[in-house]
């Protein structure tokens, strides 16, 4: 794709595969992802960096006590602030079946604050900003997420963040690109 910087590392060779890299290769391969892509097949260069992060992604994705929409929402807005197409593209389509308002994911594409008419929804989308822009909350925000979420939400919240920080790293770093034939939607990148 000559509108991608070229990417900087890809999967291991599948030929050349360790029993340990086959083995999370397949439970990954296996599980609801049904395939190896992007950040983690870059990770199987350290079978057990793929192995703990593959767990904790399955955790953050598919069990937390958040709604999805509210998991789409988070990644979409840490993808956004990363740059992180791959991510962008991955979860722009979950998010809308997730019940995520199509304005909503336009405005964060553009950079602009949506207008949110969900007190869940705009405590993520606030709160995710200020981990990633501040890497902090202030007291006022932090008592409104406990208010608005709980205690447990709040900390699967801040574990899917750090999650799919990770994974925009990744993407970032090792300049992986969207799968296909996607265009950029980041125009100001």
Known sequence: MSNWPEQRLGAPDSAGYSARQKEIHEAIASGPRGGVRGPLAVWLHRPELAAKAQELGRYCRYDTTLDPRLSELAILVT???FGSEYE???HKEPALKAGLAPEIIDAICRRQEPVFTDPEEALVYDLTCAAHERRQVDDALY???V???????LVDLVGLLGYYTLI??????FRIPPLGDAEPEFVDE
Not at 147 to 153: A, I, M, N, S
């Open 143 to 145: 008592a409104r997420a």
């Open 88 to 90: 962008w593209q991955a």
């Open 147 to 153: 208010e608005v979420l709980g205690e447990q939400r």
């Open 168 to 173: 925009s790293l990744t993407i970032n770093i």
């Open 79 to 81: 993808g956004r602030i």
